[in-house]
Each structure stands twice: as C-alpha cells, then as structure tokens.
C-alpha cells in the first residue's frame, strides 16, 4: 500500500517596520497566528528578543522577510541591521530563510508590480476573512502615516507569497 506523506511546512513571515514587526505563522493553507509586535529603548535588541521568543513557541520550518538589500528597496540602515540579525538568528536555530522582494509580493498577489499595499491588503483580507478583515485599516491618504496594522497585512502577504512560491 503506498502512503503519500505531505511535508508540513510552518511559516513564520516577520514584517519589519520603524515601530517593531508584523508577523503571521502559517501551517498548509491555515493561519495560526498574527499580530504585531511594537518595540521600544533599543528597537533592535527588542525586536529580536521578541522574534527569538516566537521562533522558539512555533519552531517554523522556513522564516520569510522582506528582501531589504533589493534593488529599490529604500529601508533605513536601523532595519537593515535588524534584518542581518534576524538572518542570524534563524542561522541559529536552523531554519530556512527567504527573501521576498516588494515587487514580487505585488506581482504574485497583484498581478501588477504597480499595486498599492491597501489594494494587496485588501486582497487578503477577502483571501482570509476570519483573520484579518476587522483588521484592515482605511486607505491611507497622503499626509498621514500608514496605520500600524499594515504591518500584519505586511507579513501574511510574505507567507501567502512564500506559499504560492514554494507549491
């Protein structure tokens, strides 16, 4: 008798950001968990002490970040170092890591490298109802700064893609 075995594959996709991180654990096709995570004093020590912490409660298979070393890809030096650790720490516990560019999310969930983040958080939140659509913030108007809960949408959007990439 042959028996398929389907590999389990849990996803922790972290979304760095100037006030600390979205993150989004993923198993299959189902969201276990998302939120966000905000840091302050030393954001970096923070954050990284927060993102070991879940690294250790969901043990992911593969972490996904943002690629923040892409071409275009204009992120302050403070979480260009954040990420470089965060490597480093997934080097640690032995986890895979992959590197999402903003073009690719948007092609990948979009269709179209010129989509907004509303118009893919939007997408999401229709993709995942349950989970994220009391979540989504109202479109951003130009002289405000971007809700904090974009960062949520931010990291599902690296698992989502991560997802779709890896089939």
């Not at 966000?36 to 004093?41: D, M, S, V, Y």
């Not at 516990?93 to 118009?119: N, Y």
Request: aromatic letters at 4%; one cysteine or more.
């Amino acid at each position: 008798m042959n028996q398929t075995t389907s590999k389990q594959i849990r996803i922790l996709a972290i979304a760095l950001s100037a006030n600390g991180f979205g993150y989004c654990v993923m198993e299959n096709h189902g969201m276990l968990e998302k939120g966000k995570k905000r840091a302050k004093g030393n954001k970096n020590l923070h954050s990284l002490s927060k993102i070991e912490k879940l690294m250790k409660q969901f043990l992911p298979t593969a972490l996904v970040l943002q690629d923040v070393n892409a071409t275009g890809c204009r992120r302050a030096p403070r979480i260009k170092a954040l990420h470089q650790q965060v490597i480093g720490l997934a080097a640690k516990q032995k986890c895979k890591v992959a590197l999402i560019t903003k073009e690719k999310s948007r092609i990948t969930l979009l269709g179209d490298v010129k989509g907004t983040k509303h118009e893919m958080a939007e997408f999401l939140a229709q993709k995942y109802p349950v989970e994220l659509a009391g979540k989504l913030p109202p479109k951003r108007r130009l002289w405000e700064t971007e809700n904090s809960r974009m960062d949520i949408f931010d990291a599902v959007a690296l698992a989502v893609v991560f997802r779709m990439i890896e089939k």
